[in-house]
């Protein structure tokens, strides 16, 4: 099972180690990553697989989110579902 | 495999356009529960109630976590209580629709559809009683909601129920002056009903349905105001397919949520209405659309039209993303859960003679309307007969919830809060229809009913 993990914020030193070591934490997967910086403006995709997680999806939900308010951050991930059933017949 | 333009359209969708499941609906059959003895059947429609639906609020939780889209209600819908109650008196009705709303309260939903009776083609003495007790019952419960289907195409119209229905209304606006009647904000007459409607204050569980049933109702008038806003100036051929896209897109969310809630609740999936549902947010207009589309303003020429065009082109769009589609399935034109219509309606671009002509080519009726508080209750059975007509006559459901608002005239506004919203009173026509409603009887079934 894939989730969607997306980074967006003001720009800072360190905000993908940040998020690539609560993935581990988790025993989250990453498969895949596209970044880029606008400016100021952070924001990253990551697709992770949750195979292997430890705990529930909905407390890594909510892990993931807390990592972002404390950086000022907002990070939210979603089950891939979501975007495969949107945008694909 | 995900592209990133997809992912960002997604969360686009949600942040900044609205999109969201606006309804994860358990219609639960109470048919069992019938009984002689009004303390034992209340007791039975409680624990039947609390032990189906008990995890309704935790799974609509985490779907809504897991998937990331927001789900703005848990509901449940119930058989129409006057074949649960039978030989009832009103009071004993009154203790039903109290046990409902404690229902309700133990499992944390808003809303409990269900307290109606379907008299298309005339009334039992309980369903009398039933009809008669709804006033109090919504006086005296927070969270319970009443619907009556006084027609259909194939039965006609039952103008005995309708005249019943002027008085009924009249009184629980009464009942519910002190909080701006909004007794009349939780009841709804019907022509046509759907069986499987997700959405209140119209939702029941139909008589041919299952023990229970999930039903999720989708919204999305944003995302389809912004879809339109970046399609630019194209013809109305293009613009009926963007509205086709995007409403694809929004449905198969529904379609989602609604297949993960059945597996989850091990409730087998009913529908997925594919209402265009506003809210009173500015952003989630039904009535932003048709101007998006461009219109100077809501209920001006062209809007009918435009309406017609929009919900063509989200049925057609929706319809192929649901296995099931179901409910009321349209855009939705309630006046004051709609900032658009609610600014239309207070400048006097819209009028009650518009909303009634729009809703010829939409779904539901005239919803959500305030109107002066010493209208007779003759004048608000000719407004429910007119729109009822239309219904019938179309074989299409319509439905009448308005609100009189007593001691409150045109100019003055009702306010409800939440999604209920607020609404300007808007001006009725002073001419009485009273002879013709107090004659009574049936209107006959349109002559198209007759199709074997």
């Not at chain 1, 940040?18 to 895949?32: H, K």
């Not at chain 2, 039209?305 to 192929?320: E, I, P, R, T, Y």
Request: charged share 20%; hydrophobic share 45%.
């Amino acid at each position: 099972m894939k989730a969607v993990v997306t980074v967006t914020g003001k720009d800072s030193v360190g905000i993908i180690a940040d998020v690539s070591r609560e993935c581990s934490e988790w025993g989250v997967n990453i498969i895949d990553i596209s970044q880029s910086v606008l400016r100021e403006y952070f924001a990253m995709i990551m697709l992770v697989d949750i195979d292997g997680i430890k705990g529930s999806f909905g407390d890594f939900v909510d892990g993931m989110s807390r990592l972002g308010d404390g950086k000022g951050l907002r990070i939210s991930t979603m089950h891939e579902d979501i975007f495969n059933t949107m945008h694909h017949v | 495999m995900l592209n990133i333009s997809d992912v960002l359209e997604t969360i686009n969708m949600i942040r900044e356009e609205n999109l969201d499941i606006r309804t994860i609906t358990m219609g639960i059959s109470l048919i069992d529960c019938a009984g002689d003895d009004i303390d034992r059947v209340c007791d039975r429609i409680y624990d039947k109630i609390t032990g189906k639906a008990a995890r309704i609020v935790s799974v609509g939780d985490e779907i809504e976590k897991e998937y990331g889209i927001p789900i703005v209600n848990r509901r449940v819908s119930v058989t129409p209580i006057s074949l649960v109650g039978g030989r009832f008196s009103a009071e004993d009705y009154i203790k039903i629709a109290r046990t409902l709303d404690r229902a309700a309260d133990a499992l944390g939903i808003n809303f409990i559809g269900g307290y109606g009776a379907l008299v298309q083609k005339g009334m039992t003495e309980g369903e009398k009683c039933l009809i008669e007790s709804i006033p109090y019952a919504l006086a005296e419960t927070g969270k319970v909601c009443s619907s009556v289907n006084v027609a259909s195409t194939k039965a006609g119209i039952n103008m005995d129920a309708i005249s019943k229905m002027g008085d009924i209304i009249l009184q629980t606006a009464n009942l519910t002056k002190e909080n701006d009647c909004i007794g009349c904000a939780k009841l709804v007459v019907f022509a046509n009903v759907p069986e499987d409607n997700p959405f209140m204050a119209g939702a029941f569980h139909g008589v041919s349905e299952p023990e229970a049933v999930i039903n999720v109702g989708v919204s999305g008038p944003g995302v389809v105001a912004s879809a339109i806003t970046r399609a630019g100036d194209c013809d109305l051929s293009t613009l009926a397919e963007t509205v086709k896209r995007t409403a694809f897109k929004i449905t198969r969310v529904g379609q989602l949520v609604a297949a993960e809630a059945s597996r989850r609740l091990d409730v087998p999936f009913g529908i997925v209405d594919l209402s265009l549902a506003p809210t009173p947010a500015v952003g989630d207009s039904v009535a932003y659309i048709l101007e998006n589309m461009g219109l100077q303003k809501c209920g001006g020429p062209g809007t009918t039209a435009a309406l017609a065009l929009l919900n063509d082109a989200v049925k057609k769009g929706g319809v192929m993303a649901s296995s099931h589609v179901g409910g009321l399935s349209g855009a939705f034109i309630p006046v004051s859960e709609d900032a658009g219509m609610i600014d239309a309606a207070r400048c006097g671009a819209l009028t009650l003679e518009k909303l009634e002509a729009m809703t010829a080519v939409c779904s539901v009726g005239l919803d959500m309307i305030a109107i002066p508080g010493d209208v007779s209750a003759a004048t608000i059975c000719g407004i429910i007969a007119d729109e009822i007509s239309i219904g019938v006559a179309n074989t299409k459901t319509t439905a009448v919830r308005v609100i009189p608002a007593i001691g409150k005239n045109v100019g003055d506004e009702v306010t409800f809060g939440g999604l209920l919203g607020s609404a300007p009173i808007m001006p009725v026509s002073r001419y009485s229809p009273e002879k013709f409603i107090a004659r009574g009887g049936r209107i006959p079934a349109p002559i198209h009913s007759l199709k074997n």
